[in-house]
């Protein structure tokens, strides 16, 4: 469930809570932390005020991340990512309150950039499965001026531990066998 942070004076309305689709595959590094790597598929409000004029639009993006996830204790981290977005379609106006100007908004963009933060706990978990609640937030690097683009949500996942075993070698490690 996300929403875009509202910071306007605005109907609430405007900014459902939503729900949508991810995937997250993270890589250890060590016994710390390492690489996370995510998609989400998600409908992004965009909320614009410009003097007496403003507009609310909302488009499908998907979003890419590419960051560090650092394991506090064997059931709590936070991650720190860059992200892009990309447009799914042609952005659709949900609100206009237009007195003659034109308030373009980010959702007719192709391509939104910005920073990710993210804290997770497994809540359930044994060797190889657990369940998991994450927490996001995420701030738009190229919102236009007096724009809210801003994301917050939290997700429920599964989160499966591919043993080791299945990416072992069958070469000899010994180099005079080769």
Not at 7 to 21: H, M, R
Not at 62 to 77: A, E, I, Q
Request: hydrophobic share 35%.
């Amino acid at each position: 469930m996300y929403r875009t942070m509202v910071t306007q004076s605005v109907k609430q309305k405007e900014s459902p809570y939503l729900t949508g689709a991810g995937l997250i595959a993270q890589g250890d590094v060590d016994k710390n932390g390492g690489i996370e790597i995510a998609l989400f598929y998600l409908d992004k409000f965009y909320l614009r005020r410009q003097g007496d004029d403003h507009i609310t639009e909302k488009i499908k993006r998907m979003y890419v991340t590419t960051g560090y996830r650092h394991w506090f204790n064997k059931s709590f981290s936070s991650a720190l990512a860059i992200y892009s977005s990309y447009s799914m379609g042609d952005a659709r106006v949900v609100h206009d309150e237009n007195t003659g100007g034109d308030v373009p908004t980010t959702a007719t963009e192709i391509t939104e950039y910005g920073l990710d933060v993210s804290i997770q706990v497994e809540l359930i978990s044994n060797d190889e499965l657990a369940l998991v609640a994450d927490s996001r937030y995420s701030q738009s690097l190229t919102a236009k001026s007096r724009e809210d683009a801003n994301v917050y949500g939290i997700l429920l996942g599964l989160k499966y531990l591919i043993p080791k075993e299945r990416f072992a070698h069958s070469r000899p490690t010994d180099p005079s066998q080769e």
